[in-house]
């Protein structure tokens, strides 16, 4: 018998018998969490199995059904309006947007040639002002930078 408890003794801290004891360790971790919410669980699949075994498929089958006769009519009229679009509508819109082409002609040659182009000038004239501006501020720095603290220092004595 002292055979046995030495041999047990030597495998109580070896790799497998630590592994089972992990094992078993887990297992009823998992149970002690597992058991508050296996009877719920049980009722709910018992619930929804005894739903899924009344679901009527008929009435279901009989909605689909119904819903494909209403979007069949849904779908002619929208036909028709297709048709109304592409056979009346569009050529009607063409003779329109051509006149209103046509008609513009005058504006898009005018803003092609005079207003982008004078667009385009002023907004050079404005930079180089601003450009002419810029280096006239800095190159006088030394004679505007007093003036314009006199008048902040007056200002906030105010």
Request: proline residues 4%; charged residues 25%.
């Given at each position: ?29 998992k149970a ?85 182009p004078a ?39 105010l």
């Amino acid at each position: 018998m002292s055979g046995a408890l030495g041999q047990a003794a030597r495998e109580t801290d070896g790799l497998e018998n630590v592994l089972g004891n992990l094992r078993e360790s887990w297992r009823l971790v998992k149970a002690k969490f597992g058991e508050p919410l296996l009877e719920p669980v049980v009722k709910s699949m018992k619930k929804l199995t005894d739903r899924i075994g009344n679901v009527d498929t008929d009435a279901i089958l009989n909605k689909f059904r119904s819903f494909g006769e209403v979007s069949k009519g849904a779908f002619e009229k929208v036909k028709h309006v297709n048709s109304y679009i592409k056979d009346t509508a569009i050529p009607g819109l063409k003779g329109e947007i051509t006149a209103l082409y046509k008609t513009s002609q005058p504006l898009l040659k005018w803003m092609k040639d005079l207003g982008f182009p004078a667009i385009g000038d002023a907004i050079v004239i404005v930079v180089e002002k601003a450009t002419a501006l810029y280096s006239y501020i800095k190159d006088n720095w030394s004679l505007i930078g007093p003036v314009i603290a006199g008048v902040a220092a007056t200002m906030v004595t105010l």
